[in-house]
């Protein structure tokens, strides 16, 4: 079967492995971003690794204005379509607190913005009852923690959206998963020291694990599960001296 997939926030740094993998697989490839400039050369690289079509689309999560058409156009291509976001921006808490009225576009961008536009895609899925939707969250989103808990919020809302459309687009053949990273070696973490940071390259090969495996969720590097479930579990008197 043909497969197509939409890539949303197709020019980061984490998307990028993933895509060219992909491509090595002779998938259609919509590769959606704000700067399609920038997504050129991605596409043309796409192209030379055997993609069957590659296609460069405006996308803005914070302007849901030409997500109809986007849909229409995903609507025109036989076979399975499916869907995966990377969409979402995380400023300096430090920087929110200075200026509350950042929050709009961090909830737009990591929740709002993909989660408007997977409203609109899940008909199509379940209309011909396939496809695969993965949503990029964060492990921010399993606690509000002191440095972060803007972009932990927006994560955690996307989150449970996500865990919603799997329950509802599940019972049509539609498989949805959501991947919770801990930190990655992007420029968005460059000169930041974290514990357990992955690569681009072993979060794309865990994404593409859990699919064939039709994982609900996966934690990618998967030692933040255990983490992120001893994190969970600290009693909130003591988690609100804690200083991470």
Not at 12 to 18: F, G, N, V
Not at 64 to 86: K, M, P, T, V
Not at 213 to 229: D, G, H, K, Q, S
Request: hydrophobic share 45%; net charge positive.
């Amino acid at each position: 079967m043909m497969k197509s997939w939409i890539v949303l926030g197709a020019g980061s740094a984490m998307a990028r492995p993933l895509i060219r993998r992909l491509a090595a697989e002779g998938c259609t490839l919509f590769l959606a971003g704000r700067n399609t400039d920038a997504l050129e050369p991605l596409a043309a690289d796409c192209r030379l690794r055997g993609a069957r079509l590659v296609e460069v689309m405006q996308f803005d999560a914070r302007n849901h204005g030409n997500y109809a058409a986007l849909i229409d156009r995903l609507a025109a291509e036989e076979g399975e379509i499916n869907s995966i976001s990377f969409v979402g921006s995380m400023p300096d808490q430090s920087a929110i607190d200075a200026d509350p009225e950042l929050i709009k576009g961090v909830i737009a961008d990591s929740f709002t913005g993909p989660a408007t536009f997977l409203q609109q895609l899940a008909p199509l899925l379940e209309q011909r009852g396939s496809g695969t939707i993965v949503g990029i969250s964060s492990v921010a989103g399993d606690r509000g923690r002191l440095n972060n808990y803007v972009y932990g919020a927006a994560k955690g809302a996307f989150s449970t959206y996500l865990s919603g459309l799997r329950n509802r687009c599940g019972r049509k053949g539609v498989h949805v998963m959501t991947v919770k990273p801990g930190p990655v070696d992007t420029p968005m973490t460059y000169g930041m020291k974290m514990p357990f940071m992955t690569t681009p390259e072993a979060v794309a090969e865990d994404i593409l694990k859990g699919i064939r495996r039709r994982r609900n969720v996966i934690y990618t590097a998967p030692i933040w599960r255990l983490v992120m479930l001893v994190i969970q579990h600290i009693p909130e008197p003591i988690f609100k001296k804690m200083s991470f």
